[in-house]
């Protein structure tokens, strides 16, 4: 079955320092990647997008993410981290089909230390 | 993108009744969708709400659990029935608009505790 894997379940780092989440999507066709993060008590909100082309995308608030096929890998990096990217992060795909069904992983949460 | 907005943003149910969730959207949007976020867990799709048309569920869930509407190309409902304490979660509203397509906006959620 198609799946998303995030490793971490939970990651702190330092404010100032930089960040690296990690995203595996399951072997086969390649999808459509996603990053969204959900702050406390908010809904998702989308950070980035991969479809095609380029393989390193550029999000908001200074994300950006790495498409590697040779490893499934769509991990999102943030050189700098702010104290306010304390969120929890959920990466997804979609792998086409009549729904659009986006299939999540299973979040990180990240903390961040002054 | 869409402006999503979900109404109620949290409630407190007893066991046994039914609380229907709003989704409005503020433009047109071709696809609208219903996901389940249950406490530390991750998104689980529960249905593709069609306009005009029966809902399309993902295995695991009922129409006669979670009966969806979607009367136009901005408004959904989803009706969580029967509660019981399991149905304790977050529900969110997502759409894919046309200008934008395989992309989903999502609402900002409904918290829901069912005692």
């Known amino acids: 079955a198609q799946s998303v894997t995030q490793p971490d379940i939970h990651i702190t780092v330092s404010e100032g320092a930089s960040l690296e989440l990690r995203c595996n999507y399951s072997y086969g066709a390649t999808p459509y990647l996603f990053w969204y993060v959900q702050s406390p008590g908010q809904g998702l909100q989308l950070l980035l997008k991969?479809?095609?082309?380029?393989?390193l995308v550029q999000g908001i608030k200074g994300f950006e993410a790495e498409f590697k096929r040779s490893q499934s890998s769509f991990n999102l990096r943030k050189p700098s981290v702010h104290w306010s990217d304390a969120a929890e992060y959920f990466c997804a795909a979609t792998y086409g089909g009549a729904t659009n069904k986006l299939i999540f992983g299973t979040g990180t949460l990240l903390a961040v230390q002054p | 993108s869409a402006v999503i907005s979900q109404k109620p943003s949290r409630d407190i149910c007893q066991r046994g009744t039914s609380l229907t969730i709003q989704c409005q959207v503020d433009?047109?949007?071709?696809?609208m969708f219903w996901y389940r976020q249950q406490p530390g867990q991750s998104l689980t799709l529960i249905a593709t709400a069609n306009q005009g048309s029966e809902a399309t569920y993902e295995s695991g869930f009922v129409i006669d659990k979670f009966p969806i509407s979607r009367p136009n190309l901005t408004f959904s409902t989803l009706t969580v029935s029967n509660m019981s304490p399991e149905d304790s979660s977050i529900y969110l509203c997502?759409?894919?608009?046309?200008?934008?397509?395989?992309?989903?906006?999502f609402g900002p959620g409904t918290r829901l505790l069912v005692l």
């Open positions: 991969y479809f095609s082309g380029d393989t």
């Open positions: 997502s759409v894919e608009e046309a200008l934008v397509k395989e992309t989903q906006y």
């Open positions: 433009s047109q949007v071709t696809m």
